[in-house]
């Protein structure tokens, strides 16, 4: 099994991003499964170009994104993809889409292909903070996001894919009061929710956190 995870550069500003920076971290296998890991660009569409380009080149049986999410305390794996964006902010090639689908006749949704609820619990019984998250917002994250599911129904049927947001890094919150958590924390979720994909594969998910 092959598994592609994509983590996006910094934006609006910042000098760091979790997403690419853990990354960094991960092991090129897994369980005797290959990890192709992918750098991309905070961009509507250069992210969706390079994750697409990929995904003719590696053929992936996964394609997990991860994105950074300021605000949030925990690992949020996210559970369905909508078709819009409207962005509060320009992306990194100052193009900032507004009010509009992002697939003109594309599907209102998609869900995840995870297995989020046994990805929160396992990432939770290790002590850290994780909860299903019912939005990806409507900026780059939720975009990709909603691209891989719409190729995925189009052009990859046999695919399987999903987006987990991560917090601020420590660093990125020195002069406010937001929520942050360790690289090394974050490593550890990212590698617990890996675990619990390959554990879950061809597998239905738990449906309580709480079994």
Not at 65 to 84: D, L, V
Not at 173 to 190: E, G, H, R, W
Request: proline share 6%.
């Amino acid at each position: 099994m092959k598994i592609m995870i994509t983590g996006f550069n910094p934006f609006n500003g910042e000098k760091v991003n979790p997403a690419q920076e853990v990354l960094k971290f991960l092991p090129d296998t897994i369980r005797g499964h290959r990890l192709v890991k992918l750098n991309v660009e905070t961009s509507f569409e250069k992210a969706a170009s390079q994750v697409y380009d990929a995904l003719l080149a590696e053929m992936p049986d996964y394609c997990i994104n991860i994105g950074q999410a300021g605000g949030r305390s925990g690992i949020t794996p996210e559970k369905i993809a909508i078709n819009w964006v409207d962005a509060s902010i320009a992306d990194n090639t100052n193009y900032q889409p507004k009010g509009q689908k992002i697939v003109a006749k594309g599907m209102d949704g998609y869900f995840t292909q995870l297995p989020i609820n046994a990805i929160v619990k396992n990432i939770r019984n290790s002590g850290l903070p994780a909860k299903v998250s019912n939005t990806a917002g409507t900026y780059v994250c939720n975009y990709l996001f909603y691209k891989v599911q719409y190729w995925r129904n189009t052009e990859f049927p046999n695919l399987k894919g999903g987006f987990i947001h991560i917090p601020y890094l420590p660093s990125q919150v020195l002069q406010s009061n937001q929520p942050s958590m360790s690289l090394n924390d974050i490593t550890n979720a990212m590698m617990i929710m890996l675990k619990t994909v390959i554990d879950y594969d061809g597998l239905k998910d738990i449906t309580s956190l709480y079994d």
